[in-house]
């Protein structure tokens, strides 16, 4: 079964960093080095919106609220994308999610918590 399943949320004080990560199945590894992945959230009571994206060839794509502070990166041999996520801030809480554009897949997400 075709899955994305991330990894490396948690309780953070703002200011502070988490990496999240996001691995494919194996069974998916030649659409995985071929699509543009995301990294979307969503906050309570908001629409999921867009955080970043990187395309198969590595060229990333940011949302402006977390430019400068957050970077996406992939490992197409491994099968994982990245979102590394400095300086976080209170409106950073949601859950993450992790996003396959070649074909309609979402991974279950992971939530992070920013403490003021």
């Known amino acids: 079964q075709a899955q994305l399943v991330e990894s490396g949320g948690g309780l953070v004080q703002a200011g502070g960093s988490l990496r999240l990560s996001c691995a494919a199945s194996?069974?998916?590894?030649?659409?995985?080095?071929?699509?543009?992945m995301g990294w979307y959230r969503q906050a309570p009571g908001k629409q999921r919106e867009l955080v970043a994206d990187?395309?198969?060839?590595?060229?990333?794509n940011y949302a402006d609220s977390v430019k400068g502070r957050f970077t996406i990166s992939r490992d197409n041999a491994e099968k994982l994308v990245y979102l590394q996520m400095n300086s976080l801030k209170p409106e950073d809480t949601a859950v993450y999610y992790c996003?396959?554009?070649?074909?309609?897949?979402w991974g279950q997400g992971t939530q992070v918590t920013v403490s003021s």
């Open positions: 996003r396959m554009y070649v074909v309609p897949l």
């Open positions: 990187i395309t198969s060839g590595g060229s990333p």
């Open positions: 194996a069974n998916i590894f030649r659409i995985f080095s071929i699509s543009t």
